[in-house]
C-alpha cells in the first residue's frame, strides 16, 4: 500500500538549537534542575534536517538569539496557510519576545504578519487539514484566539479541549497525516472533542500512551514519510500498515523542554 501514498514537496522553518536549554518550567516534561546536553541536541536537530532534505522538503532557518531557549520550536511561531501568516503571543512571558524574530523573518520573506489579540501559540495548537484548522486549547491557546484565526483566513475552525497538562499543546497529542487523515491520541481530549475526532475521521490512527508519552504524536508526515520518534514503535508499526512510511529520528533530548520533531517544525504554505 506505500506505493499508493503520494509525497508532497513541503517548505519548513527551523531554528537552531544554539542557546537550546531548561532555564525554567513552563509545561510538565520541564526540569531546570536536568541538564540538557546542547552538543547531542544539536547533532540530534542536524539529523532531523538532513532527513528531511534527504526526501526533498525545502528548509529555511531563523537566526537564534541569545536568551531566548525555546526559539528553537519553531512550529510556536505562526500558522501559515494560502500565504498568510498568522503570528503568535505566547502564554509565557519567557518566551513573548521569540514572536518578534520570527515575524522579521517573515516580514523579510515577503509575507505581511497578522498579531493577535489573544494568546495563541501557532502550530503549536492549530492544525491545517487542509479542509480546515483544527484547534487546541486548554493549557495555551484561547477559545478567542480560535475566532481571530477564522476571521482571519475564513475558514472553518473546530475547537478541540486539551485535558492532560502533559499533553499542552495540540501537535503532541494529534498530527495530520495527509488530506484525508489524522493521528491522535484520545485519551489527551475532552469527552465532546474525543466525539468530535471520531465523527470526523472515523478511520484515524490511534495512538497508545506509551505512543504519546515518546511524543510520538509530535511526528510532521509529508503524505507518505512519516518523521516520527524511534520510541513510538507501536504507532510506526500502524502506519506501516496504512502505507505510510516511518522516518524515526530521535530527538530525544528536546523532550526536556516538552518538544520534539513537530515543535522543531514550521510548515509554509
Not at 171 to 192: K, M, Q
Request: aromatic share 12%.
Amino acid at each position: 500500500m506505500s506505493d499508493t501514498r503520494v509525497p508532497r514537496r513541503r517548505r519548513y522553518l527551523v531554528c537552531e538549537p544554539r542557546h537550546f536549554a531548561v532555564q525554567y518550567a513552563i509545561n510538565p516534561w520541564m526540569r531546570p534542575d536536568a541538564p540538557v546536553d546542547v552538543d547531542l541536541a544539536r547533532e540530534q536537530w542536524q539529523r532531523l534536517i538532513r532527513a528531511y532534505r534527504d526526501h526533498g522538503h525545502t528548509v529555511d532557518a531563523v537566526e537564534p538569539a541569545p536568551g531566548l531557549p525555546d526559539m528553537v520550536f519553531a512550529a510556536n511561531s505562526a500558522v501559515v496557510v494560502g500565504g498568510r501568516v498568522f503570528g503568535s503571543l505566547f502564554h509565557a512571558p519567557e518566551r513573548r519576545p521569540e514572536s518578534t524574530h520570527y515575524d522579521t523573518w517573515f516580514k523579510a520573506a515577503g509575507y505581511d504578519v497578522y498579531r493577535p489579540e489573544s494568546v495563541c501559540e501557532g502550530e503549536g495548537d492549530l492544525v491545517w487539514t487542509g479542509r480546515y484548522v483544527l484547534a487546541g486549547t486548554g493549557f495555551r491557546t484561547t477559545r478567542e484566539a480560535h475566532r481571530e484565526v477564522q476571521e482571519f483566513f475564513g475558514h472553518p475552525v473546530i475547537s478541540l479541549t486539551l485535558v492532560d497538562p502533559r499533553f499542552y499543546h495540540l501537535d503532541t497529542a494529534l498530527f495530520v497525516l495527509d488530506d484525508d487523515n489524522i493521528a491522535y491520541y484520545p485519551e489527551a481530549f475532552s469527552p465532546g472533542s474525543r466525539e468530535v475526532l471520531g465523527r470526523l475521521y472515523p478511520d484515524a490512527v490511534l495512538a497508545t500512551r506509551d505512543d504519546a508519552m515518546a511524543f510520538g504524536l509530535n511526528s510532521v508526515s509529508d503524505g507518505r514519510n512519516v518523521f516520527i520518534a524511534p520510541q513510538a514503535e507501536a504507532l510506526s508499526s500502524a502506519l506501516a500498515d496504512r502505507g505510510y512510511v516511518p522516518v524515526p529520528v530521535d530527538l530525544s533530548e528536546f523532550r526536556k523542554a516538552g518538544g520534539g520533531i513537530k515543535c522543531c517544525t514550521q510548515e509554509i504554505r
